[in-house]
């Protein structure tokens, strides 16, 4: 479990990125709910966490691909893969993250720090 | 369906996704299922994508659409909803769907010269990252959006690279002046020559070019010439056709030609903004994408849908490590402020009002930020005056 952040300072609306390896976005949204994806686009290296949040989809926010926050899944090109999602739980006010271990979709040209 | 790339598989997805299930035809000239254009001007024109990633279409994806490529539309006969194809056949249909894009404008009299490139298609695409690997000297005609991310890419591959551009600075056009001047500068760092205010009058050499000569009389020697000087809508075809032409297909505000049964979306359609009081066509991506489940449902509709204001347009544009995004538009402003960073260290954002009212944001590598303001401009509506 990755502790990402005390709820308090994560507001409804907002995003958070955590910097480890791939980053992985934490978005609370507008109704109160929390979800963690992989932060990095499956099109290209944009930050999820910069994107338009709306309801429980965030628009990547270079080129409009929205994904599902509760499933990944994406609506429609330019990306065309599905993000991972990650398990979040609370704790005595504090957010953590469950990373999945299943493989990441990066996006061409980018890899795991661990393997340049 | 007339056209098989970004504005036709959205078109066709959208008719699924409203629930039409009959036949869905569509016709393309090119051969390939559609791929998506931009990185052709930036990382595939580098290398650094090939060409399995720009497919459009996810693997296994299966809408229903019967693909017919490499045969182009060549007339319609508009109230019998006919289409005449390349090869002498024909398709009749209940609605049609005109998604043919633009085609990039050619320098005149450089037809049988070598060297020489435009940059719309994939093809295109091939045969310039061909040339570029040999070349030594590029000289790029056009400050456009393409010209300026085809030197930025040429440059990043080591080459000498000039940018030729008629107007003040390139991208001029979109930007406003004062943008544009802020971002020149980036071509100059990075070391591609920029020469503004020039006009070209010839592409020189005898079988392949060997450069160009400008109106002053100077020559700027070149081993491959790219024309960056914008595209003209595909709408030949419907010539005589009864569908109303002006700058690209007419339409109403939902897509509607001057035909009942017949849309048309994307870089071939202008469309009616009542914001601007005109037609207007748009030439981005977002554009195709937003509008295409619009002209579904005014399709399937009879015309009767009625459409949600449309969003301001939106765009993008990668230049070496420069993200450039862009929304609404410039010429309806009477003011530009950088309202955070500095243009001279490439991380700004600038916001055009008119009078106190936002009509148009700037963003330079200020992703985040321009999000917000992205939001702002999509969800206030707009009105002139
Ligand atoms: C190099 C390049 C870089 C770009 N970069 C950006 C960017 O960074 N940001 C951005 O917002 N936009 C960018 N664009 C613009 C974007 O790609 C277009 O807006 C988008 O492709 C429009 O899609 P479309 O389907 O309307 O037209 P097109 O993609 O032009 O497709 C039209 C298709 O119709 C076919 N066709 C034409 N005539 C006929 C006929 N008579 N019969 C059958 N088929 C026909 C054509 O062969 C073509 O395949 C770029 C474009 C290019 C070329
Ligand atoms: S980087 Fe996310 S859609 Fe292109």
Excluded at chain 1, 22 to 49: E, R
Excluded at chain 1, 72 to 84: H, N
Excluded at chain 2, 243 to 257: A, P, S
């Amino acid at each position: 479990m990755i502790p990402a952040c005390p709820l308090a300072s994560l507001p409804r609306g907002e995003a958070l990125r955590l910097d480890v390896d791939p980053p992985i976005a934490v978005f609370h949204t507008d109704d109160g709910d929390l979800y963690a994806i992989d932060d990095t686009c499956t099109h290209q290296d944009a930050s999820l966490a910069d994107g338009w949040l709306e309801g429980c989809e965030v628009e990547c926010p270079l080129h409009a691909s929205r994904f599902d926050l509760r499933t990944g899944q994406v609506d429609a090109p330019p990306a065309k893969r599905p993000v991972r999602t990650h398990r979040v739980v609370v704790e005595d006010d504090v957010v953590y993250v469950v990373p999945s271990d299943a493989p990441p979709n990066l996006p061409p040209g980018v890899t795991l720090k661990g393997q340049a | 369906m007339v056209g098989a790339s970004l504005a036709g598989l959205l078109t066709a997805r959208a008719l699924r996704g409203q629930g039409f299930q009959e036949r869905i035809v569509v016709v393309g000239a090119e051969r390939h299922r559609p791929y998506d254009r931009p990185p052709l001007s930036k990382d595939f024109l580098k290398g650094a994508i090939g060409e399995a990633d720009l497919a459009l279409e996810a693997e296994g994806e299966e809408p229903g659409i019967e693909w017919r490529l490499g045969v182009a539309a060549t007339a319609l006969d508009a109230p019998a909803r006919k289409i005449t194809l390349g090869d002498g056949t024909t398709l009749t249909a209940d609605g049609i769907v005109i998604a043919t894009g633009a085609a990039a404008r050619r320098l005149p009299g450089t037809g049988g010269l070598a060297g020489v490139h435009t940059l719309r298609t994939l093809d295109d695409a091939r045969a310039l990252r061909a040339d570029l690997e040999r070349a030594g000297r590029i000289v790029v005609i056009g400050g456009g959006f393409i010209g300026a991310e085809v030197a930025a890419t040429a440059r990043e591959l080591g080459r000498d690279v000039t940018l030729v551009e008629s107007g003040p600075a390139p991208l001029a056009g979109v930007l406003g002046p004062a943008m544009a001047h802020a971002l020149a500068g980036l071509h100059e760092r990075r070391g591609v020559r920029l020469i503004t205010g020039a006009h070209v009058t010839e592409v020189t050499g005898t079988g392949r070019a060997d450069g160009v000569r400008l109106a002053d009389g100077s020559h700027l020697p070149a081993d491959v010439v790219v024309a960056g000087i914008g595209a003209t809508p595909c709408t030949g075809w419907l010539a005589g056709s009864g569908v109303e032409l002006g700058d690209g297909v007419l339409c109403d505000e939902g897509g509607g030609t001057s035909v009942p049964g017949i849309v048309a979306v994307g870089d071939c359609a202008a469309w009616y903004e009542p914001a601007l009081g005109r037609h207007h066509r748009i030439e981005h991506w977002t554009g195709a994408r937003q509008r295409a489940a619009v002209a579904a449902a005014t399709l399937l509709s009879g015309g009767t849908a009625r459409p949600e204001p449309a969003r301001p347009p939106y765009f993008w544009s990668d230049q070496y490590d420069v993200k450039i995004q862009f929304i609404g538009h410039a010429g309806d402003a009477d003011t530009v402020t950088v309202e955070e960073g500095d243009p001279a260290t490439h991380s700004f954002l600038a916001v055009y009002r008119r009078g106190e009212r936002p009509v148009a944001v700037l963003g330079v590598n200020q992703v985040r930020l321009f999000t917000r303001w992205r939001r702002h401009l999509e969800t206030t509506p707009a009105h002139t005056g």
